[in-house]
């Protein structure tokens, strides 16, 4: 069912690229209300419009909150055409049909960028336009609404093939996008006020997301997926690709896994490496170049085929190291010329400047149908003043600074997790087992594969307390010196006593970071 258009309002915040939609208006003798800035640079362009003032005979007031709140605008987008009644109401006060908006918001997420002013942010949250968007879709059997400047284009071809009508479908279509756009728009509202007031989980909870790309496929060839940005800072994830093909959405998992270890204060230059999701080597070292070494050594084979994070500026004397083991993707806080140009060589390996990432999440979600899990990040290491040195040898301040990494390290490995480290550097990484004794065997199995003379006093974070002591035991007859896991099992005394009859250091911090 095609609908003629007689009458349109525009009105919008972003006006550019108005002037081909004025045109085809014109051709087909539509007329054109407006309001404010739109309608007097509609009248510099040399466009008939009326002001909406003299339209609906009411002037703006309320410093302009109050412009389109008014019944022959709503009545007009509302009015249904096969409705008698509608129409007898209509005839009686005399109002005229309103057949298409064209309507974009007040920019209230750029005004979060610019400025914390709560006055100038309360002003940019619109009222008047989403109302008439939400009116416009409804009644899409008789309305045409457009929400955003690419659906310019389609709104011309439209009335122009038409001969100034549009279509049932074109309108659906287009009353979909609209009630995406206000509850985006509402949902990014919502979720400042919930910040402002430190509410994290409100009765009623709200996503927002806009696309930024449609991916390849998903997990596997047969997914379809996207990736979207779901901030209130920023309309861009700030991931600036270099070159390289474009990313899939195992790269993206893999990369914000990395992004994830990386941001969590490790303090000196850092490199993680990572592969499906968990890290297959972390290192923090005085030198770059060491710590990617030290990194890569912790499971050479695993590396292959996975993603490098580093919070440094890449060389080449690290570039010419990297191009010898394939990586799909390689985040840096920068590339030196002469690195760009030895990384590019491979063409498919894709180079991605994270310098302008925003680290900002403080909670994580999980979907699962019809339902969801929401809980906040695990921001938290261990609480120095709260650890339990539970065995007879206590470690030193230094061994101290390397129980925190391997414990930070293993907040990030998919449990059960057991992480062997030695000199801020992983050795052996046994992930997501059932059991916490076949995570053991595999960070133990690892480190004697690739590092065997690293494993001689080395360090082995748990995730969880050891239910019992046959954990404790592959550890220690592989070389552990040093234990630090939660505690808080029933055979807690039975693991201590392993531990002290082998002499090493066992250190309890009452924090368990399962990551499932």
């Not at 002003?123 to 309305?143: F, H, L, Q, S």
């Not at 974070?461 to 939660?486: H, R």
């Not at 039975?494 to 002290?500: D, F, L």
Request: glycine share 6%; charged share 25%; proline share 3%.
């Amino acid at each position: 069912m095609k609908r003629k258009i007689k009458n349109a309002i525009i009105s919008v915040s972003d006006k550019t690229e108005l002037t081909p939609i004025l045109k085809v208006l014109k051709k087909f003798k539509i007329k054109i209300i407006s309001s404010g800035g739109t309608y007097n640079l509609i009248k510099k362009l040399g466009y008939d419009c009326t002001e909406i003032s003299k339209y609906t005979g009411f002037k703006e007031m309320l410093d302009g909150r109050v412009k389109t709140l008014h019944p022959k605008i709503h009545a007009g987008i509302l009015y249904d055409r096969h409705n008698k009644k509608h129409q007898n109401e209509m005839d009686k006060v005399k109002f005229s049909t309103i057949d298409l908006i064209v309507v974009n918001f007040y920019p209230f997420q750029k005004t979060l960028i610019e400025t914390k002013n709560s006055k100038k942010i309360i002003e940019n949250i619109d009222i008047g336009g989403p109302t008439m968007v939400r009116a416009a879709a409804k009644n899409y059997n008789n309305v045409t609404i457009i929400t955003e400047k690419q659906d310019y284009s389609e709104l011309i071809k439209e009335l122009k093939k038409f001969k100034g009508t549009t279509s049932l479908n074109f309108r659906r279509k287009m009353a979909s996008k609209a009630y995406s756009l206000t509850a985006y728009y509402d949902s990014i509202i919502s979720e400042w006020f919930n910040r402002e007031i430190g509410l994290e989980f409100p009765e009623r909870k709200t996503f927002f997301g806009k696309k930024i790309n449609q991916l390849r496929y998903g997990e596997n060839p047969h997914q379809r997926s996207s990736i979207y940005i779901n901030s209130l800072k920023s309309n861009n994830i700030n991931l600036h690709q270099l070159s390289g093909k474009d990313l899939s959405y195992n790269n993206y998992n893999d990369i914000f896994a990395g992004l994830d270890i990386l941001f969590s204060n490790l303090r000196s230059p850092s490199t993680v490496i990572i592969k499906h999701a968990n890290p297959c080597g972390v290192s923090s070292n005085k030198s770059a170049f060491q710590s990617f070494l030290n990194a890569l050594a912790s499971d050479p084979v695993s590396a292959f085929g996975g993603i490098v994070a580093c919070n440094y500026n890449i060389n080449r004397k690290i570039a010419l190291e990297i191009n010898k083991t394939f990586f799909e993707v390689i985040l840096a806080k920068g590339f030196d010329k002469k690195a760009l140009r030895i990384l590019k060589k491979k063409k498919n390996m894709r180079l991605i400047d994270i310098s302008k990432f925003n680290y900002e999440s403080k909670t994580t979600i999980k979907f699962f149908d019809n339902s969801f899990l929401l809980q906040e990040k695990d921001n938290l290491v261990f609480d120095r003043k709260k650890l339990k040195f539970v065995t007879k040898n206590k470690p030193s301040n230094k061994e101290l600074k390397d129980i925190e990494f391997a414990f930070r390290v293993c907040k990030y490995v998919k449990s059960n997790a057991i992480v062997i480290v030695k000199d801020n550097s992983t050795i052996g990484i046994g992930a997501g087992q059932q059991n916490r004794l076949d995570s053991c065997k595999i960070a133990a199995q690892k480190a004697r594969k690739f590092q065997p003379r690293q494993l001689i006093n080395s360090i082995a974070a748990s995730d969880a307390f050891f239910p019992f002591a046959d954990g404790i035991k592959t550890l220690i007859n592989a070389g552990v010196k040093i234990i630090v896991q939660p505690g808080g099992s029933i055979r807690d005394k039975e693991v201590i006593e392993v531990a002290n009859k082998a002499k090493i250091k066992m250190i309890f911090t009452g924090i368990r970071h399962f990551n499932h």
